[in-house]
């Protein structure tokens, strides 16, 4: 029955996907070069109408042969639907693709990245059968599996490898996370298949070098190799007809609705083999209330991120258990000390003492967060909280006094500072719209820091318009900004606090503190966490002393997980990190 | 006609050339969309040439109207699809939704428009104008919340004998189900959208036939008919209606675009993939092509019912002429 | 058939009678009533729409003024809103009063003379209970946002410690509970009206203006004027209106409440216009029309003296709906998160930021829901109420 199941499924896939290809067929090949685009044609490059269609058709072929093959197990069956508030940008297309969303399902269930991390944030073998490193830091070979297969039936090889990162190397790609190759030879020297399965990568030692290969999904060649880098965009391979060697086998996307994934029968065995499920479901809806109402009423398995207040009712609920994580985005109030009235640093140091983030984290996040006092999240080893714990704490008369010092001080009396100069102590805080909690954290800072004196304006702007005010070089139109920022494994402030990205896109703080540089030039070259440990202790305690954001805090993550659903793990690195390992019980599926 | 078909054409290019410099002058960046502190500046600029958006704004236009005129919408930033691939996915969704809920709304506006006029000033008019005012009021995402958290949470938790899927077009297992149950799975996703819909609007169609019913009862021809000796029935259906119905055609019309706004409020809360919400998200995203694409496929749809308001109101009310 | 329709002869009689006990109230003891309790003679002769209106303002203000004296005193020097505030109370005593005293007082053959359109019409109205009874409610909505500065219990921006008062259910100090920020829901509310209200009314009289010229010009001369009219009406209206609204508050990069009431009062027109174009389409094919044309009346004249008045009836109807259409559209762009700068609440934006607490804290967004709901109904009950009563045809 199962299996019968999954053929006619990846069928009527494949029945979508003409119907689709008609679509993107005669627009695909004849108009691909419309008006945004360069003057070549995908028809040109070999994709368009037949691309979809031939690839579906190539893996409905490869996996008719594994039916009949079912696991005698108990955990096998049923559909996984996972609910969450946004459509899936770039789909499976990791060469543009930078989405958290997107990353998930490129790691963890649709392709593979060469590495995974354990619970400990050590690398361990994933498409990478293992690996050796140079005794000098300047060179990785990859061994890769011998038995990973594109679910069309071809093996996963070197090949494949060194094709993704030379794609993503390749400037026309615009592969976003470019920081990831800064120390990588990018020249010819810089990768080499020595055979089909070890591909060897040289690269100037630093710190974390292992870590790119952890985030980037590998992509098949043997479909994408003729598309020329800057068309990868537009090709129907991301969210169309999406073809990985992960866990899971793509079926169907229906745009702004869902996404449509069957266990792959063909995956190794020492990697878990076939995942539990049958299918996997991932459904878009935008409403909070809608999702919540679905996973109350089992509609999905998994709620990816309630909202804080949400979770009490979860909690409520005898059907549904809340996972709670620290995860390793931050939310900041950016100060611009361009700004006359934030250039002193006191005057920074006294807005922070002046909100009381702990109460906001205990009532906003219903204590779901930790009050974050630097950059680093708790969890990385490279966090040292000690030095920097109570220095920034909530003190109404330390903020006063630090105002004080700064020379604003309330002389007419109507309850805002002024300056010798008669200039009132103002400032606008401009969040973007759509976003509740930052909204809220506006209007609380409007209200505690007028008790001290300080009169804040907060200020509404739609996403787009708020990016480009507080990113061009020249403007950098506000004075505070309320936004988050989410932390890689792999630290790297320089583009946020080097003096030398001043005028640099995230130069938003404008800092230019000479020791500052100097930590941050020195520490990506780091190999040893050891010797690393001490000057990132120093830097935090920089960033502290310095406040070129107040960090608001690290909010934990919070999923609602039906209790039908089994063996979910869910923690730093993602929601989907296990998806292959969950299984339904019987009664639920 | 067919003159009037014609002269939707510049209609809908000027439609066409509003929508686009709307769009491409409002402040902000779409490439900035992409940003991240992963990303050198040479990425982003890459992004934007690889996105069309080197090119100053009279060129774009130049090659978008061009485009335009080949039937290319152009490709989505977001989505990396072409934006007509997109539409033909969505727009039969947003289509069956508005046309259930129109076709219920009218249905119920018309007839309770009548029973009003025909009872005026009963406790029935009154009760009548009060509930459909009540619905008519609401803002139509709250009515929709309501919809889902009554008959998606409350009836499941008290396990009512009629549940209703919360939210989306189809379950998860459609492509399993029997032609049958495909069908009544697809209605009963149907049922709590379009009702959402349907109620908004049917209040006013009932406020526009009454009015309208009651101005025509009281003239002579209806007069004339009832003392002929037709019975009540015949008079109002047969000869009142027909002339009471020319306002409310004119309704038809003037829906088409609302309905834009209301699609937008229900396809979010329900999760429906359709037309409304795709604008919505991408305006939010600066997704340009789509916000186009999108917003000249309504106005044309709007041109179009338009066209047929028209047409309706010379074949019921033959007093107006078109040259 | 005459002009307006308004002049009709057997319309000449004064519809709403004059009984003998209509007289009852008028007098001494009348007069010495209504300088006590201004609006109980009127009750007294069975005129309870007025009346009740009148004794409903005159007691809530009183009520104002005696409990809130130190705000009211206070306020003749504060903010401007807080000066409109006492200003209002002290206009509002002395209006309600004095209309009083001069209805009682005022001789009944005075009244009786009134036949014009306008007083046939209030007549009309004024029987019409549940119309008067929608009346009452937007008089009483008008006068809690005018004086709303007096009667808060709380500032609307000030929070309560985050901690104890967030999301108080209903009850005690909060009377409609407090919000996720510890503000009370009760106070955002009265302020809300502000806010809900300018922005229904100016859109709606910015839209109903150009839509009604437009229309009748359009309509009533036809020829190249009705296309070009029509052509541009088909293109704004074309135009999805959520897309130019948020487009242009991205545009402007401001969503100040001005910016909301004219690019909401821009948009609405269009609709108005068509009914209008609509209603003039076949009137101008009727007798008294083609008799004014006979008599060599200038177009402008004919449009504005005799056209504009016989399709007031569908302008007010959509006037009514528009002004419940626009808020609750502004209640639709905060729930897109385009909504007004805050702190300001206006009631769309309190339905739309509680709504993710509907499971745990009903109270946030159902009540400014209800206060929309209800100002809304009311609005239409009033603009229904006018519809029957300008129309001769339904003055029975």
Redesign the interface.
Known sequence: MRES?LT??IQ?AGLAMVV?AC??GD??AS??A????LEASLAEAGAGVPFCEEVTANVSAFMSQFEGQMPPSERYGG?A?VGSIG?I???M?NH?S?DYTASQHQNFVNLMTLVQYDEDLNPVAYLAESWDVSDDNSEITFHIRNDVYWHDGELTDAYDVAYTFKRAID??????????WTHYDKGPEGVEVVDSFTVKFRMRPHADFIDPWRATAIMPEHLLADVPS?ML????F???CPVGNGPFIFVEH?????W?FQANPAFPHDLGGRPFVD?Y?Y????????L???L??E?LSVYIRP?P??A??ILDSDAVDLLQYPFRDYVLVGWNSRRPQLADKRVRQALTRGT?RQ??V???LQGQGTVANGSIPPFHWAYDGSSSEDVMSYDQNAARALLDAAGWVDRDGDGVRENASGERLSISIKYN????LR??I???M??QLAEIGVEIA????????L??QI?DPVDRDFDGVVIG?VV?YKL?DT??FHSSSLS???GWAGTQRPDIDRLLDQLPLVVDREKAKPLWREYQELLVDEQPYTFFYFPDRIDGVSKGLNAVVMDSRGEWLNIKDWWISVDRR | MVRRLLGAIPLVLGIATIIFFVVNLAPGDPALRFLNPNMTPEVLEQIRVNMGLDQPVHIRYVRWIGALARGDLGFSFTSNRPVLDIIKELLPNTLVLSATAIGVAFLLGILLGIVQAVRQYSLLDSVASIVGLFFYSMPSFWLALMMVLVFGLFAYQGQWFIQFPPSGMQSVDYAFLSPMAKVQDRLMHLALPATSLALVLAAGIARYTRSSMLEVIRQDFVRTARAKGLSEPVVIFKHALRNALIPVITLLGLYLPFLFSGTVFIESVFAWPGMGKLVVDSILERDYPVIMGGTLIFAMMVVVGNLVADVLYAVVDPRIRYD | MTDAGFETSDLRVDPTGSGPNRSVGRGRGGVVLSAILPGVPQLLVGRWGVGGLGLIVWTALLAVLLTRWTRFAAGWGGPLDHQIASLTVVAGLLGVWGWSMFDVSRPAEVKRTGVGQWSLAAKAFEKNRIAVLGLIVVVCVYLIALVTPLVTPHDPATQASLVTARLVPPGGEFPLGTDHLARDVFSRIMYGARISLSIGFVAVGISVTIGTLLGAVSGYLGGWVDTVVMRFVDMVISFPRLVLLITIVALFDSNSIFMIMAVLGFTQWPGTTRIVRGEVLSLREREFIEAARALGFSRSRIILRHVIPNVLAPVIVASTLGIGNVIVLEAGLSFLGMGLQPPTPSWGSMVADGRDHLLAAWWISTFPGLAIVLTVVAFNLVGDGLRDAFDPRLRT
């Open positions: 199941r006619r499924s009527l689709g679509g993107s627009g695909g108009r691909a419309g008006p945004w685009m559909t639907v459509e940008p770039n789909g297309n543009i930078q400037p026309e790609t615009a592969f976003p996370n470019t920081a990831f800057a965009g537009q090709h129907p991301g969210m169309v229906r745009q702004n609705s869902s449509t299918r479901v459904r878009s809806i935008s409403e909070p209330t809608t919540l109402t679905e109350l009423t509609g909202t207040d949400q009490q009712a009381n109460e906001i205990e009532a906003l719209d759509g976003n509740d909204q809220d506006a209007e609380i409007q209200a907060p200020t509404v702007v739609e996403w787009g318009t990016i480009s990113s920022w890689e790297d583009d946020l640099g896109t995230y």
